[in-house]
């Protein structure tokens, strides 16, 4: 009778487990949300991570949230934790254009003030943790200040973030996460990769923006593999994610970053159904809620679909404009990828462009992929 319901109890465990493990895929899927008005609709069991965006650095070197309405929206997703109580909630720092983190990350007194403070506003909100999005250590960016000495000074401040959020954790008895977001190519050059990849729990990696205002021809701004028809040496998911590797960061410290946007061109010059042509005007700005709506399946607009880059693009020839984004079938490519190289998972921008969540649907799925038997 013993051996008998024991033998139900393992039985009746082993259920319980492989059903957990068929509800959530093994790679994670970090979204970031935008500071705003309020927040968009977020389904918090298709997501591991929330990465709200952005504080910034003052110029005291103290990280802090720009605009009164951060705390409530911090407050809100806080409670999406009632639907998925694994879901994580991060606070980024930084973003195209913000400033300061030269001088925050320059010495010992203002890498205090910058993680004192971080810490300080971690603890206050409830959060899982600090996602560091520095564009870009050495470089010089949109105006920012910058430096030679910005390379080792950064794996400082995030070795300097890491003891403290790990002395944090022992206290409290919970994990905190450090992450960033880096991209590849120039904006690595001021990385030390192998060293943060040791500090930090994953990299967040912009695999998007490849073409855009101030590129010289359109074509794919998202794409996982080299056009055909792309210039050699173009970048690519793929060559970006190759070179982080090669780096030293173990494939699972690595998430894949998608597009929930677009990007559109003007006055393309006739040929190739306008991609990897020369254009005059544009480079801007599509989300996939305007592309779904507006252009896609609209009059005088094709889809195409490129075979060797796994993107989409459509193409007005009437019109000479030319756009370039993510979709279902390309995220569900990016998403075998991420399975095939054994990465960590995929990280998207923004949840507010998405329409109705297809792209994040798609995404979930995708990944979902490895845990069906």
Known sequence: MFRTLALLFLILVSTVDVAASAERAPYRIVGYVSDGAALPKISASKLDVVNFAFARVGEDHRVFLPTPTAPQRLRELGELRRDNPRLKIVLSVGG?????????????????AFVDSSVELVLAHDLDGLDVDWEYPTRPGPGISHSPADRGNFSLLLEALRARFDALGRERGREYLLTIAAADGEAASGLEIARIARTLDWINLMSYDFYGSLSKTTGHHASLFRSASGRPGSRTAQQGVEEFLRAGVPPRKLNLGVAFYGRHFDEVEPGNDGLNRPYHR????????????????????????????????????????????????????????????????????????????????????????????
């Not at 195209?96 to 205090?112: I, L, P, Q, T």
């Not at 880059?309 to 993510?326: E, G, K, M, T, V």
Request: glycine share 10%.
């Open 282 to 373: 544009g480079g801007g700005y599509l989300s996939w809620r305007q592309i779904s709506t507006d252009y896609l399946h609209r009059e005088g607009y094709v889809r195409h679909w490129d075979e060797r880059a796994q993107a989409p693009w459509l193409w007005n020839a009437q019109r000479r404009h030319f756009i370039s984004y993510d979709d279902p079938q390309s995220l569900r490519a990016k998403a075998a990828f991420v399975r095939e190289q054994g990465l960590g998972g995929i990280m998207y921008w923004e949840h507010a462009t998405d329409a109705d969540e297809q792209l994040l649907d798609a995404v979930d799925a995708g990944l979902r992929e490895a845990a069906k038997p």
């Open 96 to 112: 195209w254009g913000a400033g300061n983190f030269s001088e925050a990350a320059a010495d010992a007194a203002a890498r205090k």
